[in-house]
Nanobody, 124 residues
Framework: QVPLVESGGGLVQPGGSLRLSCTASGFTLDFYPMGWFRQAPGKEREGVSC??????STFYADSVKGRFTISRDRDKVYLQMNSLKPEDTAVYYC???????????????????WGQGTQVTVSS
């Protein structure tokens, strides 16, 4: 059973917004650093954002800084995506960190669990 489930993806026009959500089962999400990464067809995984559980510190890839916002409450993690661009098109994955966001730019290293992903398509 995949312990993380993403929702909120879809088709949006350039300049539009989406809000992704992530829920967990089998563990208390609030206890862990959590993040998002994405993967576009034919490309490697890209670390998008991460948020620590200890102090709420947030981290963003340069490609999304100023446009995306990660947040959390006890039960969910969110990714608010504004001013979306066609190059943001990808499958977005919610993930649990076991490295406290220190290596969030390298998803294969940073995360020990992730969901099945939600498709985000930015196109006119």
């Amino acid at each position: 059973q995949v312990p993380l489930v993403e929702s909120g993806g879809g088709l949006v026009q350039p300049g539009g917004s989406l809000r992704l959500s992530c829920t967990a089962s089998g563990f208390t999400l609030d206890f862990y650093p959590m993040g998002w990464f994405r993967q576009a067809p034919g490309k490697e995984r890209e670390g998008v954002s991460c948020i620590r559980s200890s102090d709420g510190s947030t981290f963003y890839a340069d490609s999304v800084k100023g446009r995306f916002t990660i947040s959390r409450d006890r039960d969910k993690v969110y990714l608010q995506m504004n001013s979306l661009k066609p190059e943001d098109t990808a499958v977005y994955y919610c993930a649990r960190s076991d490295r406290n966001c220190d290596r969030y730019k390298y998803p294969n290293v940073e995360y020990d669990y992730w969901g099945q992903g939600t498709q985000v398509t930015v196109s006119s």
